[in-house]
C-alpha cells in the first residue's frame, strides 16, 4: 500500500537567496535515494517559507519489494568431490552465506559448472529506510553559506529548531543534532507561534494558513501581486515590474501583507534609478508610477504581520526611506560639482586588483583595446601611434565638439569609444556609488550628462558593464558593445596572466559570465571580429603585469572562449559532433563559425554526406601525427594514374572552394567537397601510400594533405559521425 510522505524543518529565518536552491537540493536527494533503494513515488513538492523547507511525495511504495540474491560460488569440481560430496570448498561457501550446503544451486555457465547460493531477501519497511535517509538528506542540503550552533557539529543555513516527519500516519524517529523529529509544527512566529499537530499535506497547508503562514510559495507570491496593485491602485498608480524583487520579497516572509507608503516630491528631481535603488536593494519596496511610465513619490512594501495600527508601521518605513533618500540626494549635489572627467585621475588610488594594479592603468589598457577593437569591427579609424589614452579627457577629443555633417563618423566614432572609455569607471570615486554600489555606470551616464558630455559618450558609459548576467540584455549602441568586450577582455586576461584561473564551481572574478557576456556582444552585433587578435593584443598591453608566459597565457584563454562557445552552441541546439567539427579548424571569427556550423548541421542531411564523412576520415587517419606542413606534391613522382586522378581533382576544385569560403557560401563548399568522395575511395583502394620507397610515400602523403586541407580549415569533417 502507497503512503505520503512529509517532511518540515523548521528553522530561523533563512537568507530569501538560499530557499530556492534549498528546496530543489533537498528534492533531488530523496529521489537519488529512493531510486537507488528501489522505491518508487508518484511524485516529490516542496513548498517553503524563510523559516521552514517542506517536501512532501506522494504514494511511496510502503516496503521495498523482496528480491532473489544470487551469489556465485567455486566451480561444481572443487565443490565436490568424485562421489558427489561436498568438499570444504562447499560447506565453507555455504556457511557463507548462511544457508545449508542441501541448498546450494548448480548453474551452467560459459565457464562450467558453479555452485550458486540463492537466497530470498526480504525487503525493507520504507519507514525503516526514511529513518536512515532523512537525518543524511537533511544535512546535506547544500547552502551558499553555513553556519554552526550551539556546541552541535551540524551544519545548516540556519539554526533548526524543530523537525516533522511523517510516513503515511506514522511519525519517523530520527534525530539531527539534539532535535528530535516528531509530527508538530508551529505557526507564525508572531501572530500564532502555537505548535499543532500535523497528518500529511493536505493538514499540514490547511492548519499553517491557520496560524498565519501560507506555505506555498506560489500562493504567497499570488498573494503578494494581488496586494501591491491593490495598493497601487488607490492612487491611480501602477507597480513597476520587478520580477527579481518580487521573488525576493516571497521568500523573504511567512504571511504577506502590502502596505503604501509615500516620500517627498521634492526627491522625484534624483534620477529615476537612483530612487528606485534606493527603494529596491535597501528597503525592499516596489516603486510605482503613473500610466506614462513616470515614477510616482509613493512606494509599496510588504510586511510579515498584521498589525492594529498600520500608520505605525508605514511612518516607520517612510522615516527610514527618507533617510535614504537625503543621503542620495547629498551624495548627488555633492559629486556633481566636480566633472566626471576631473575624477579620472583618482582612479589611481584605486586599487582593482592587487597584481594587475589600479583602476586608472586597467581604463588604459582597455582604451587602446576598445580603438583596436572599433577599428577591427569597422565602426572607427584606427588609433594613432601618438595617440595616448588620456588625450582623450582633453576638450579637443570631445566628439560634441564636431560637426557629424563635416566631419568623417569613423573620426568621430573613434572619440566616442576613447573618450566614453577613459571615462567609464570614474563614477567609481564618486560619493552616491561609495554608498549604492549597484549604481555603477548609472550614475557614470548621469554625471556624463551633467558634465555635458554628449549623449552617446554617456550612453555607452551606462551600457559598458552589459550584459550584467549570463543571458542578461546586451548593449544597445555599438560605442558600449565594444568597449564591454574590452574591459571583459582586459579582467580575462589579466586574471588568466597573474594565474587566477577558475577552477570547478568557483570563478570570483565571474570570467565565465565575462567570456559568454563577449561571446553574446559579437554574436548580437555580428562583429566581424577575430578572438584572437583581441586576445593577443590584450595580452600584449598586459605584458608587465603578467606572471605566466604569454604563450601560456593566450592558449589558456583560447580554451577557456572555445568552451564557452562549444557550450553556447549545443545549448542551441547544435549537435557536439558539428560543433567539435568547426571548433577544430578556424573558429576565432565567432560570426563565421556560427554560420559553418549552421550549415554544417543541413548538409548532414544531404546523402552524401555520410560516405563523404567516411571518406575523410580514411585520409585523416592515415595523416594523424604526421608533420607535412605547407608542402605540395611532385607530379613527377606519381606512379599510378589514380595519383594524378585525385590531384588534378584538387587542382581544380581547390580555387572553387577558396572563392566560396571568401564569400562565405559553405554550403557550395561543403557541396564541392561531396565531389572528392569516389576518387577518394578508388585512391585509397588501388594506391598503397604506405609504401617502402620514402620520397613516394611522402609525396602521397603530401597529396592526402592537401585534400585534407580544402576542408580543414572550413570544418574538420572527419570529426561528424560516420552514421549520419
Not at 80 to 86: L, M, Q, T, V
Not at 532 to 547: A, R
Amino acid at each position: 500500500m502507497a503512503k505520503d510522505l512529509l517532511l518540515e524543518i523548521g528553522t530561523e529565518e533563512i537568507p530569501a537567496r538560499f530557499i530556492p536552491n534549498a528546496l530543489e537540493s533537498i528534492k533531488l536527494s530523496l529521489e537519488k535515494n529512493m531510486m537507488a533503494r528501489n522505491l518508487h513515488h508518484k511524485s516529490i513538492q516542496t513548498v517553503g517559507t524563510p523559516r521552514r523547507l517542506v517536501l512532501y511525495a506522494q504514494d511511496m511504495d510502503e516496503k521495498q519489494a523482496d528480491t532473489v540474491v544470487e551469489t556465485m560460488g567455486p566451480a561444481r569440481r572443487a565443490a565436490f568431490d568424485e562421489h558427489e560430496k561436498p568438499t570444504k570448498a562447499a560447506e565453507g561457501f555455504a556457511k557463507s552465506q548462511g544457508i545449508k550446503v542441501k541448498d546450494l544451486q548448480i548453474v551452467k555457465t560459459e565457464k562450467g559448472e558453479y555452485i550458486c547460493a540463492r537466497k530470498e531477501v526480504k525487503g525493507k519497511r520504507t519507514k525503516d529506510i526514511l529513518q536512515e535517509v532523512l537525518p543524511k538528506i537533511i544535512t546535506e542540503i547544500q547552502f551558499q553559506k553555513a553556519m554552526r550552533w550551539g556546541n552541535g557539529d551540524i551544519r545548516f543555513a540556519r539554526p533548526i529548531h524543530w523537525i516533522a516527519a511523517i510516513f503515511g500516519k506514522d511519525t519517523i524517529p530520527f534525530k539531527v543534532g539534539h532535535i528530535k523529529a516528531g509530527a508538530v509544527s508551529y505557526g507564525h512566529r508572531f501572530m500564532k507561534p502555537q505548535p499543532f499537530k500535523v497528518t500529511g499535506l493536505k493538514d499540514y497547508l490547511k492548519k499553517t494558513k491557520a496560524a498565519y503562514v501560507i506555505a506555498d510559495m506560489e500562493e504567497r507570491k499570488q498573494a503578494i501581486q494581488k496586494g501591491i496593485k491593490k495598493e497601487a491602485k488607490t492612487i491611480n498608480g501602477v507597480v513597476l515590474q520587478d520580477d527579481e524583487l518580487l521573488a525576493e520579497v516571497t521568500n523573504l516572509v511567512e504571511y504577506p501583507v502590502a502596505l503604501r507608503g509615500g516620500f517627498d516630491r521634492e526627491f522625484l528631481a534624483l534620477p529615476r534609478d537612483v530612487i528606485i535603488n534606493a527603494m529596491r536593494e535597501h528597503q525592499r519596496y516596489f516603486s510605482v508610477v503613473d500610466k506614462e511610465g513616470n515614477l510616482l513619490p509613493y512606494f509599496i512594501f510588504v510586511a510579515n504581520t498584521k498589525t492594529k495600527d498600520p500608520k505605525v508601521v508605514i511612518k516607520g518605513n517612510e522615516r527610514v526611506l527618507k533617510a535614504r533618500l537625503s543621503d542620495a540626494k547629498f551624495y548627488f549635489d555633492k559629486d556633481i560639482k566636480i566633472p566626471l572627467k576631473d575624477r579620472v585621475e583618482q582612479l589611481k588610488g584605486v586599487v582593482f586588483q592587487a597584481r594587475l594594479g589600479t583602476s586608472y592603468e586597467k581604463v588604459e589598457r582597455f582604451t587602446r583595446l576598445a580603438v583596436y577593437i572599433g577599428n577591427e569591427a569597422r565602426f572607427c579609424n584606427s588609433m594613432g601611434a601618438l595617440e595616448k589614452p588620456e588625450d582623450f579627457l582633453t576638450e579637443n577629443y570631445n566628439p560634441k565638439n564636431y560637426d557629424p555633417q563635416k566631419t568623417d563618423p569613423g573620426f568621430i566614432a573613434k572619440y566616442i569609444i576613447g573618450r566614453t572609455a577613459m571615462l567609464c569607471k570614474a563614477d567609481l570615486v564618486s560619493g552616491m556609488v561609495g554608498e549604492f554600489p549597484k549604481l555603477q555606470g548609472v550614475m557614470g551616464m548621469e554625471y556624463a550628462l551633467v558634465s555635458g558630455e554628449c549623449p552617446d559618450v554617456a550612453r555607452a558609459i551606462y551600457e559598458h558593464y552589459m550584459p550584467t548576467q549570463a543571458g542578461g540584455k546586451t548593449p544597445a549602441g555599438i560605442p558600449g558593445a565594444i568597449i564591454s568586450i574590452a574591459d571583459k577582455m582586459d579582467t580575462i586576461c589579466g586574471c588568466f596572466g597573474v594565474g587566477l584561473i577558475p577552477t570547478g564551481e568557483k570563478d570570483p572574478y565571474a570570467l565565465r559570465r565575462q567570456a559568454l557576456g563577449i561571446i553574446a556582444i559579437i554574436i548580437e552585433k555580428g562583429f566581424p571580429v577575430s578572438i584572437d587578435k583581441i586576445v593577443d593584443i590584450s595580452i600584449y598591453l598586459l605584458n608587465s603585469k603578467l606572471t605566466r608566459t604569454l604563450a601560456d597565457v593566450k592558449k589558456d584563454v583560447m580554451e577557456f572562449f572555445k568552451e564557452r562557445l562549444r557550450n553556447q552552441l549545443m545549448s542551441q541546439g547544435s549537435s557536439f559532433d558539428t560543433v567539435d567539427a568547426v571548433l577544430s579548424s578556424s573558429w576565432h571569427d565567432i560570426n563565421d563559425a556560427i554560420k559553418r556550423v549552421k550549415t554544417l548541421e543541413k548538409f548532414k542531411k544531404n546523402p552524401a554526406c555520410g560516405a563523404l564523412v567516411v571518406a575523410f576520415k580514411r585520409v585523416s587517419n592515415i595523416l594523424k601525427g604526421i608533420e607535412l606542413n605547407d608542402e605540395k606534391p611532385d607530379a613527377a613522382l606519381f606512379e599510378d594514374v589514380n595519383e594524378r586522378a585525385l590531384f588534378e581533382v584538387e587542382e581544380r576544385i581547390a580555387p572553387e572552394i577558396a572563392a566560396y569560403w571568401k564569400d562565405g557560401n559553405y554550403e557550395k563548399v561543403f557541396e564541392t567537397l561531396s565531389s572528392l568522395k569516389g576518387i577518394i575511395d578508388t585512391f585509397f583502394d588501388k594506391v598503397m601510400v604506405m609504401v617502402d620507397d620514402e620520397k613516394i610515400r611522402r609525396n602521397r602523403l603530401v597529396l592526402l594533405n592537401t585534400v585534407r586541407n580544402l576542408y580543414y580549415q572550413i570544418a574538420d569533417i572527419s570529426k561528424l559521425a560516420a552514421q549520419i
